[in-house]
């Protein structure tokens, strides 16, 4: 059984950086899309940013040019690094990951495995 295990979350003033990590056990298949989303009290869950086994990543525009996702994977790893946070990327970030049999890898579409989740809180 895949298991997912976030840890980084925390509160920043708006400007500043935040590192969020997931961690992954149980992993089965050869290939997974990973991905980054979160959810802010009273709106949809929001897909950040995703990537593949190869590397290749894919950004919501509301973060390009602020966060980056990478991985570790001898150490199945995922990373989010937010920089010049503000207070609209205030949410609860999941990881998360599904399969990948095939075709891109984005942070959209039904993804099999969550994490708990890990609390970013941006002040003003």
């Known amino acids: 059984q895949v298991q997912l295990v976030e840890s980084g979350g925390g509160s920043v003033q708006a400007g500043g950086s935040l590192r969020l990590s997931c961690t992954a056990s149980?992993?089965?298949?050869?290939?997974?899309?990973r991905g980054w989303f979160r959810q802010a009290p009273g709106k949809e869950r929001e897909g950040v940013a995703a990537?593949?086994?190869?590397?290749?990543?894919s950004y919501a525009d509301s973060v390009k040019g602020r966060f980056t996702i990478s991985q570790d994977n001898a150490k199945r790893t995922l990373y989010l690094q937010m920089n010049s946070l503000n207070p609209e990327d205030t949410a609860m970030y999941y990881c998360a990951a599904r399969p990948q049999y095939g075709g891109s890898c984005s942070p959209r579409g039904d993804f099999r495995y969550w994490g708990q989740g890990a609390q970013v809180t941006v002040s003003s």
């Open positions: 990537i593949d086994n190869d590397g290749v990543t």
């Open positions: 149980g992993y089965t298949y050869s290939r997974y899309c």
